[in-house]
Every structure is written in structure tokens, then in C-alpha cells.
């Protein structure tokens, strides 16, 4: 870490905002932050309950704050709120005719391009709201979604939350053991997908994989299917039927469930340090909250933006930046279903040229691709309508940042770096446009409301220039309430290092830099970054292990150019098994059969036996230096073997 943090600490440049921007912005003034953001950390109660006036109650709450039984907080109790309401209903007397999606799907050809009203919006949730109610979803009922990311994904989250039924969407990317994982684990009663979606010009058989999957789900009673690629697939009669079949004729009435504002809006899966996922759950008032007031703060959005997060929607980045917070402030937000290369890697641009897009929300992962593919690709398309840039998923590269700044900002845009997690809801630690001098790879400061520190092992704050751990010393709002059905489990991961002080710690290490501002130096745990998206190495070596061939594996991660973190597995074969190329290959199919394309190993190398100390853990840290292809350096004094290593090493040659 200490090689990180003096690195973070030699970069000098600041960007501040152009004296034009800051003068059209919602917010100005380094001032302005400041007295915000102490206010909203001194009176939290104060500062929120004037916040929460931007969203439409039923009822208001009689408790802005309940943190009497830390660590589960409680916001707004009393309350009675509909996320959907707040996301449709209440925009269509003022903006009915507005677009609030703009689709364009990956084929590209002319009914792939579809805007729907906040007015057409409004009809097809209320229409799948009745066909989920008619197929026995009722209040606090889970269903799992597993979709391409066309306008369904998004009609079918908002129809859950108009009657209460929570969601759990899966990633379409992943597999078929991983579904059946989530769907267990939240007793989901319906899934909704699709027949396939498209990928990089290639279908991905959604149905399919929902098919296998559902066979060791007993759970699940009621599939509904979005024609979407039309390839033939099998339907089970009784249980499956078209999207198309079950909406026809069904009423567009549906009136928003009064529910309250704690109740449960999603379940969302994340990797841990250990093998099973976790159920992040997340509840309607206070996520709202979050999700509007930064995506109207962090983006500074204005009614005539479009606004466009690249991410989709099976990620936490877009249950909150494509869907609610948007919608939830009458955006019109862009979507797009497909690879940024294809047919050609100038997609993206070509996109933001032809809807005009003017916020561009994205990640290092895609930025880093972009660099490879030539300062040609967005040079072809006018890309002036953009005004405010965003990244998040993992620290940005300064290399990266400066790129973007330039070549897509054309150097007057704002870039906002926001660091936040699947648990806080929202955006955590940001720039704000209008305001802060940014430093190409800094998240800068906290959000309101966010009380970010950077503490020692004992929960002592350090000075500026000293790493240590990223925690939140007070809730908020849109941070996660437990772990779905594992309260004992969101204690220890989030509470237990720092119970004394209350602390919620964060699984990052972090910075300040002389000016206050904070560096984010990545996780602390068995977790990796792979493309911006979090996953346990636990997970892949349960994933190996699985595998006949294979008796002992070691995942760790190593420095790679385009995903920021690649995959490096060090695998012990059984007896009989043999090290060749063929069964490298068929083991990272099979990681990738497990849980999906992202767990694909990058490397595998095959050992006879692991570094470990004398007392039996393995040394990661050894087997990331072989697999960053450097030299170990530091103590090897608990090593049992040191042979492993030079044999590891020379495998390599
Ligand atoms: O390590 C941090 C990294 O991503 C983790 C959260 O992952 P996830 O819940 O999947 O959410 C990703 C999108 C919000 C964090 O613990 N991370 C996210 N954004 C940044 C970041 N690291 C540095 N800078 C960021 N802007």
C-alpha cells in the first residue's frame, strides 16, 4: 500500500471547473459545500428532513433518524413513500410528454430505437404491475430479473416497486449456478427475462441459462419471457409465458402501494471475502433520497440534459444512475443494450453525437479500452453536446483521467470521480462540478451527509498523508439496512472492526493528500476489481475446486491493462490429471459456466503445491508478485517451502 499511497500523493495537477460552468451550476461555491456538508453531518436530521422534501410523501415520517439499535439504521420511519410513483406519477402533469427513456438496442436498426414518455412509462409499469399481481406477487414478495438491458428491465423493477414485491436482479452475464445461488437465497417466486439480448453480435441465450437454473429452484412458479432476439426457445407450459401474451388486454390502472419507507426496494447480490454472495438489501425512502439528490448534485442535471450511464443495469451503478435517481428527478436518460464496439469501436460516440448527450457516466475499464482503440474512433463524431463527465467502479488512472479530460471533454468538461459502493446506495465521496478543483485520480470529498474518515486499526483518524482504512462514522440515508435473511453476517462485515466507535468500514484502504482530498487505494480484502465490478476470490476457487481435475486452488489478482484487475488461478491437479493447455482452457470454461465471463481466469497456472507458512495459509501476497512478474520482495522468513516459488517462477519461463 505504501508504494500506492506515495504515488497518489506525487500528483499535483488540479483541474478546477471553467468559470462558465460554475456559473450555470445548481451548486457554486467551495463555501456552499462546505457549510452543506457540515450541516448535514452536525444536523443530520435537520439537513435530511429538508431534502426529503424533494421527493413526493404519502405521509410524512415522525422519525427522520433511527440509530437506537446500531448497526441497523432506520430513516424516515412513518414515512409512506412509492419509489415508482416518485419516478413516474408525479412527473406526468408537469412532463408527461417528456422522454424519459431513450433506447437504442445493439443491432441498431430502426425499431431498436424506441423513446418512451414519461407518460408510456407510466403505462407499461402499471400494465406489468397488474400481470405480476395476477401471477401472485403481492407486497414483500421477491422477483429475480434477468434481462437484457432493454426499457422491460426498467418497466419491470419500477412495476415491482409500485406494489411492493422487492427485486433482485441478476447480471445477464451471469451463469446458470450463480441465478440458481440468488434465487434460492432470496426465494424469488417469479423471474422475468428474456429469450436472449445481444452481445457483442452475438445472442446470449437468457432463457436458456434461466431453463437450467430453474430446474433446482423449487421456489419459482412463473416465468415471464420478453421476446427480445427471437431464436426458438422452450417454454414449460403452466409456468412460462411471453411478455407480449401476458400484458395484452391487462388494465393500465394501478394505483402506487402506500408503503413505508422502510420498506424493502431491492435485493442486490455482491461478492464478499468468503464463497457465497451477499444479499445487499436496500429500502424505498432513504435509497430514494440518496439516488435523486446525487444524481441532481453530482451531475449537476438540468431538465434539457440527456443524461447517459453507460452501466448496466444488473450492477448497483444501474439500479441508481439509470433508473431510480434519474427518473426520480424527470431526466431523460439514454440506454443502450450492447458492447461499446460493436459494429465498431466508435459505438458510444456515434450515440452520444446522434441523441446529443450532455452527461456521460462511465468506467475506468471502458475509458482504458477506448485509449487502445485510437483518439480516431471519437474523433469522428461531434461530441460537443457533452458537459459533465462521471467515472466510477474503481480508482481512475491518472493516464486515464487525462485522456478523458482531453479527448472526450474536449477539455471543458467536469470530471466527476465517484467513489460509492453496492452498500451505500448512492454516491459516497465526489466532486461536485460547479465546485471542486479536481486531481486526476482523487474521488475528492465526501457527499452530504457522507462523515468519511481514513482511521488506524484502532479507529483513530490519521493525519493527511497517512493510509489506513476507508470507513463512514455516521449513517446515512441509502446505505444498505442488513444482509438479506443474515443480520449476523452485515455485523460482521461492515460493523464488527470498528463496533466500539460505530464505524461503518468500508473494505477500502485510502488517503488524504495535504489538501483533504481522498484517494481511494482499493479493497483490503480477498476482493478483486476485475472491469469495475467486485469479485471474491473465495468464489472462483470454490468455482475450481469444483472441477475433477483440480484438489487445491489459489486465486489472487494481478495488474492488467484494460480490466484494471485480471484474474491469476494457481491450481493443484489430482492424480491422473495432466498440465496441458487443452485443460487450461476447459478450466476457465468452467469458471466461466460457474459464475460467468467475468470469473474467467486470465492466467492459470499449474503447481504442485502452494507457498504457505508453516501454520498453512497461503502466501497471496507471493503469488501475486509471480503473477505480476516481479520479484518477491519483503519477508519470506513463515514461507514452509521456499522451492514452491522458484519452481512457480520457473514454469513461467
Ligand atoms: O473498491 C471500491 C471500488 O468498487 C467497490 C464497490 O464495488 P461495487 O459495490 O461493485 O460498486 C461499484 C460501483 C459503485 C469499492 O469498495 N470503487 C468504486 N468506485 C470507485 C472505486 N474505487 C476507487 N474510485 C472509485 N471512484
Known amino acids: 500500500m505504501s508504494k500506492n499511497i506515495d504515488s497518489v500523493l506525487n500528483e499535483n495537477r488540479v483541474f478546477p471547473p471553467s468559470e462558465a460552468f460554475t456559473a450555470r451550476a445548481a451548486l457554486r461555491t467551495p463555501e456552499e459545500y462546505a457549510r452543506l456538508h457540515r450541516w448535514s453531518v452536525e444536523q443530520p436530521e435537520a439537513f435530511w428532513a429538508e431534502q426529503a422534501e424533494g421527493l413526493d410523501w404519502f405521509r410524512k415520517w415522525d422519525r427522520v433518524r433511527n440509530w437506537d439499535n446500531p448497526p441497523f439504521a432506520k430513516w424516515f420511519e412513518g414515512g409512506r413513500i412509492n419509489a415508482a410513483f416518485n419516478c413516474l406519477d408525479r412527473h406526468l402533469a408537469e412532463r408527461g410528454d417528456k422522454v424519459a427513456i431513450q433506447w437504442e438496442g445493439e443491432p441498431g436498426t430502426a425499431e431498436d430505437r424506441r423513446a418512451l414518455t414519461y407518460r408510456d412509462l407510466h403505462r407499461e409499469v402499471c400494465v406489468f404491475a397488474n400481470v405480476l399481481k395476477a401471477r401472485g406477487v403481492g407486497k414483500g414478495d421477491t422477483v429475480a430479473i434477468y434481462m437484457p438491458l432493454v426499457p422491460e428491465l426498467a418497466i419491470a423493477m419500477l412495476a415491482c416497486a409500485r406494489i411492493g414485491a422487492v427485486h433482485s436482479i441478476i447480471f445477464g452475464g451471469f451463469s446458470a449456478p450463480a441465478l440458481v445461488d440468488r434465487i434460492t437465497d432470496a426465494s424469488s417466486k417469479v423471474v422475468v427475462t428474456a429469450d436472449g439480448g445481444w452481445r457483442r453480435g452475438q445472442v446470449v441465450p437468457l432463457k436458456h441459462i434461466v431453463d437450467d437454473a430453474l430446474k433446482n429452484t423449487p421456489t419459482v412458479t412463473s416465468c415471464i419471457v420478453l421476446k427480445r432476439t427471437g431464436q426458438a426457445v422452450e417454454m414449460v407450459p403452466g409456468r412460462d409465458v411471453w411478455w407480449d401474451a401476458a400484458t395484452a388486454g391487462v388494465s393500465s390502472e394501478c394505483p402506487a402501494e402506500e408503503l413505508d419507507a422502510e420498506h424493502p426496494l431491492f435485493i442486490l447480490y455482491t461478492s464478499g471475502s468468503t464463497g457465497k454472495p451477499k444479499g445487499i438489501l436496500h429500502t424505498t425512502g432513504g435509497y430514494l433520497l440518496g ?109 486515464a483521467w487525462m485522456w478523458y479530460h482531453r479527448v472526450i471533454g474536449g477539455e471543458r468538461c467536469p470530471i466527476v470521480d465517484t467513489w460509492w459502493q453496492t452498500e451505500t446506495g448512492s454516491i459516497a465521496i465526489t466532486p461536485l462540478p460547479g465546485i471542486t478543483p479536481t486531481k486526476p485520480g482523487s474521488a475528492t470529498f465526501p457527499f452530504f451527509g457522507i462523515d468519511a474518515a481514513v482511521v488506524d486499526d484502532k479507529g483513530n483518524e490519521l493525519p493527511n498523508g497517512q493510509g489506513g482504512f476507508l470507513v463512514i462514522r455516521q449513517p446515512w440515508p441509502s446505505m444498505l439496512r442488513t444482509l438479506w435473511g443474515d443480520d449476523e453476517r452485515f455485523r460482521d462485515v461492515y460493523w464488527k472492526r470498528f463496533a466500539e466507535q460505530g464505524y461503518y ?127 518477491s520482495k519483503g519477508d519470506m522468513s513463515t514461507l514452509e517451502d521456499l522451492n514452491i516459488l522458484a519452481k512457480l517462477r520457473e514454469e513461467e519461463d
Open 291 to 399: 439516488a435523486q439528490l446525487t444524481t441532481r448534485y453530482v451531475f449537476d442535471l438540468r431538465h434539457e440534459d440527456v443524461y447517459w450511464c453507460t452501466a448496466d443495469i444488473g450492477w448497483v451503478t444501474g439500479h441508481s444512475y439509470v433508473v431510480y435517481g434519474p427518473l426520480a428527478n424527470g431526466a431523460t436518460v439514454l440506454m443502450y443494450e450492447g458492447a461499446p464496439n460493436y459494429p465498431g469501436p466508435d459505438r458510444f460516440w456515434e450515440i452520444v453525437a446522434r441523441y446529443k448527450v450532455s452527461i456521460f457516466y462511465t468506467a475506468p475499464t471502458a475509458i482504458r479500452a477506448f485509449i487502445k482503440w485510437g483518439d480516431a474512433e471519437p474523433a469522428k463524431h461531434d461530441l460537443s453536446s457533452l458537459r459533465v463527465l462521471g467515472s466510477v467502479g474503481e480508482p481512475i488512472n491518472p493516464e
Open 505 to 631: 468500514l468500508a473494505g477500502d484502504g485510502a488517503v488524504r493528500d495535504q489538501d483533504g482530498y481522498f484517494w481511494i487505494l482499493g479493497r483490503i480484502d480477498d476482493v478483486l476489481n476485475v472491469s469495475g465490478h467486485r469479485l471474491s476470490t473465495m468464489e472462483v476457487e470454490s468455482a475450481l475446486v469444483g472441477h475433477d481435475a483440480v484438489v487445491e486452488a489459489a486465486v489472487v489478482g494481478f495488474n492488467h491493462e484494460i480490466k484494471g484487475e485480471g484474474v491469476a488461478a494457481f491450481v493443484t491437479l489430482g492424480v491422473g490429471a495432466v498440465k496441458t493447455d487443452a485443460l487450461k482452457d476447459l478450466l476457465k470454461r468452467h469458471v466461466r459456466d460457474t459464475i460467468g465471463a467475468i470469473a474467467a481466469p486470465d492466467q492459470i497456472h499449474f503447481t504442485d503445491s502452494l507457498p504457505k507458512t508453516r501454520s498453512g495459509k497461503i502466501m497471496r501476497r507471493l503469488l501475486r508478485d509471480v503473477a505480476n512478474g516481479v520479484e
